[in-house]
């Protein structure tokens, strides 16, 4: 795990913390990056295509031995948590899970490969702790 951006810290003291726990509880086969949001904007513009930060990116490892990564960005997830109500603590885990899943081979483009993905999500979070993210309150 790699801290770029120091708002990470500013924000949330025990950011590595709630990342090697979502790492652990999703199996993370990978490193984190806390990014900033300009960080992040450049990554997406070169891998794809588009000129804006996003929250999280995850990068497929590049052959065998290796390892994939997250990248995520601290104004984007930070301004996403709190226009949800959400902690950041909690919308980070969510975050880290997402991503580790990608890495394991889930994705979202369906409703019904996104419903399952959400299941997984809610359910690792919920071994943290955490509030599942798709619950309507």
Same mark, same amino acid.
């Given at each position: ?8 810290? @500013?924000? +949330?003291?025990?950011?590595? @913390?709630?990342? @090697?726990? $979502? ?7 990978? #490193?984190?990056?806390?990014? #900033?949001?300009? $960080?992040? %904007? !450049?990554? =997406? $513009?070169?891998? @794809?295509? &588009?000129?804006?930060?996003? =929250? ?5 490892? =590049?052959?065998?031995?290796? /390892?994939?990564? /997250?990248?995520?960005? #601290?104004?984007?997830? $930070? &301004? ?5 109500? %959400? #902690?950041? &603590? ?6 880290? /899970? ?5 890495? !394991? ?19 690792? +979070?919920? &071994? +943290?702790?955490?509030? =599942?993210?798709? !619950?309507?309150?």
């Amino acid at each position: 795990m790699f801290v770029d951006d120091t708002a990470w810290r @500013r924000m +949330l003291r025990d950011a590595e @913390r709630v990342v @090697r726990r $979502a790492g652990a509880v999703s199996a993370l086969n990978g #490193s984190v990056v806390l990014a #900033s949001d300009r $960080a992040v %904007k !450049r990554l =997406n $513009a070169q891998f @794809r295509g &588009r000129n804006k930060p996003t =929250n999280v990116l995850t990068f497929e490892p =590049n052959g065998p031995g290796e /390892i994939g990564e /997250i990248v995520l960005a #601290s104004g984007v997830v $930070a &301004r996403e948590a709190r226009a949800a109500g %959400k #902690s950041v &603590r909690a919308h980070l885990a969510h975050l880290v /899970i997402h991503g580790a899943l990608h890495l !394991r081979g889930h994705g979202h483009e369906g409703a019904g490969e996104a419903r399952r993905m959400e299941m997984v999500e809610a359910r690792l +979070l919920g &071994r +943290l702790g955490m509030p =599942n993210p798709w !619950r309507r309150t």
